[in-house]
């Protein structure tokens, strides 16, 4: 028989034990919140980058099944003429932005903290309110232009109906480019992810239909865009408004400016960046034809696909990150923040790049066609320049919190204008790999110059020891997957892909401290979590 005073012996050690547990957990809460803050930091990094990552895989998953539709349906020629349409829409949406979607952004956290003198009342409506204009605007310019100047592209008037019948996607995409940056700002992450992946799947669900039981044209796809994109930008205006009620009598035309002030620099940063990649394609199509730019174009959407897992959904997280951290506890914490971002960057994108490139014949035939396998030489070029790209964010962190987006824009200009003469001489003389070439060449030269002038105003400390051994890791992992060959192509791919992978995540265990930190640290995520 039990006692009762077994029963509170037992009943006390039981709160003793419940005590020391909850004073342990306490204990290791304010160590995270002392010198262990940074590790925190790039923890909550972690997870806002594995939301938009989990995102951009299951976008990328829907463009993968509507890739190898797009190109046996539409066909080389009217692949590339898809291509050329929706890059100059994207110059034409960049425009219409002003800029005001990087505003959005930096002003939130300021307006929240009281940092300035506007309240989040007026910074809704006046932000919505002035995207809607300059959105409208430009969506009316563009429709005006193309109707009355029948010869605006010469020897190409097949492709001038759709150029007009897009002309309202670039109204459409202006307001879903301010949504998704007033999420971004809140960081918002899992929200944006959700309604990245809507707004994929809701086109895709409507986009193959159309091609496949109406009419496979340019037309049919462009059409069933506008209405699935027009569909989930409803939805997202109606939760992101969710308790912020819009009162257009407080449209605040001094924020409008100081927004305007910051933002134009980064129209012209924005319209650089799609100038650079617009670029290519013409030069391709004027002097290779259309089907070379198809096999370009083809090459180089999968390689957008596959560094959009890492390289977007970091610059979605980092930014507000460090301009929150910048603002509650200054430039030293920043410094460390930005440092440890890019030692985790490194270690995810070299072997991204060496994987894609290991691979990109046998992902290209099976995606596209064996027609499209040509353009595989310029996998590996494109996408280190993407990873390269990606690191930008990071690198030109100074920049951005000192609003120098001046600076940002003449740098950028400067690469465009790089990458534009590199393809007018590469082209050719080498073909779409000379085009290549000139993205890596032109990429590379922007991180450089981001780097210089950013350092000028924060300390960017460059991981050149873990660059040197994920480097090796990555190019030891490259050599493994080339030396595979299996006549079944998706065999081959699969097994390419599971040995690299497993490989070079064997190597990174055994011989990186690093990486075991960070396990360490995910054991401990629900301490991360009270922090």
């Given at each position: 028989m039990i006692s009762a005073d077994n029963v509170n012996h037992a009943t006390l050690r039981g709160?003793?034990?419940?005590?020391?547990?909850?004073?342990?957990?306490?204990?290791?809460?304010?160590k995270l919140r002392g010198e262990g803050n940074d590790q925190v930091q790039i923890f909550?990094?972690?997870?806002q980058v594995s939301?938009?990552?989990?995102?951009?895989?299951?976008?990328?998953?829907?463009?993968?099944?509507?890739f190898p539709i797009l190109t046996r349906v539409l066909g080389v020629d009217d692949y590339g003429n898809m291509s050329l349409v929706a890059v100059t829409l994207s110059f034409l949406v960049a425009f219409g932005k002003f800029g005001l979607q990087h505003s959005a952004i930096m002003f939130y956290s300021e307006t929240r903290a009281g940092n300035n003198p506007w309240t989040l009342q007026q910074y809704y409506p006046t932000l919505l309110g002035g995207m809607l204009m300059t959105g409208a605007l430009v969506t009316v310019a563009w429709l005006l232009l193309t109707v009355l100047t029948e010869r605006l592209f010469a020897g190409s008037a097949d492709i001038i109906d759709i150029f007009i019948l897009v002309a309202p996607l670039i109204l459409v995409r202006v307001l879903q480019s301010v949504m998704n940056s007033i999420l971004r700002a809140r960081e918002r992450s899992g929200t944006v992810a959700i309604y990245a992946v809507l707004w994929r799947y809701v086109n895709l669900g409507l986009v193959v239909p159309a091609l496949l039981l109406i009419e496979a044209s340019l037309r049919a796809f462009f059409i069933a865009t506008?209405?699935?994109?027009?569909?989930?930008?409803?939805?997202?205006?109606?939760?992101?408004?969710?308790?912020?009620?819009?009162?257009?009598?407080?449209?605040?035309?001094?924020?409008?400016?100081?927004?305007?002030?910051?933002?134009?620099?980064?129209?012209?940063?924005?319209?650089?960046?799609?100038?650079g990649s617009i670029g290519d394609r013409y030069v391709i199509k004027l002097m290779l034809g259309a089907e070379e730019l198809g096999k370009y174009s083809a090459a180089y959407n999968l390689c957008e696909y596959v560094s959009a897992i890492i390289v977007a959904s970091l610059a979605s997280a980092i930014l507000p990150m460090y301009l929150r951290i910048w603002s509650e506890k200054g430039k030293e914490k920043t410094e460390a923040f930005i440092a440890a971002s890019l030692r985790l960057y490194v270690f995810a994108a070299f072997p991204i790049a060496a994987g894609m490139a290991a691979v990109a014949e046998d992902f290209i035939a099976i995606m596209a066609s064996q027609v499209y396998r040509e353009g595989a030489v310029i996998v590996p070029w494109v996408i280190i320049g993407m990873m390269v790209?990606?690191?930008?964010?990071?690198?030109?962190?100074?920049?951005?919190?000192?609003?120098?987006?001046?600076v940002l824009m003449l740098s950028l200009a400067a690469s465009a204008s790089i990458n534009i003469a590199l393809n007018v001489v590469l082209v050719p003389l080498m073909g779409i790999e000379g085009a290549a070439i000139a993205t890596l060449a032109s990429f590379s030269f922007y991180a450089w110059m981001a780097w210089r002038f950013s350092s000028r105003h924060l300390v960017i400390q460059l991981p050149w020891r873990q660059c040197l051994r994920y480097g090796v890791f990555a190019l030891a992992m490259y050599w493994l997957v080339e030396s595979i060959e299996m006549d079944a192509v998706w065999l081959s791919l699969v097994t390419k892909v599971s040995v690299g992978a497993l490989f070079?995540?064997?190597?990174?265990?055994?011989?990186d401290p690093d990486s075991r930190n960070m396990v360490a640290l995910y054991r401990r995520r629900n301490d991360i979590d009270q922090v």
């Open positions: 709160v003793g034990a419940v005590r020391a547990e909850v004073a342990s957990r306490c204990i290791g809460r304010e909550k990094l972690l997870r939301d938009y990552s989990l995102g951009s895989l299951l976008v990328t998953l829907a463009g993968l099944v509507s506008l209405i699935a994109e027009t569909l989930v930008l409803a939805m997202m205006a109606v939760s992101v408004l969710k308790g912020h009620p819009l009162d257009i009598r407080r449209f605040s035309t001094p924020m409008f400016r100081a927004m305007l002030l910051f933002g134009l620099p980064m129209l012209g940063y924005e319209l650089a960046g799609v100038l790209d990606g690191a930008i964010i990071m690198l030109a962190a100074g920049l951005y919190i000192q609003k120098k987006s001046r070079y995540l064997v190597l990174v265990w055994f011989l």
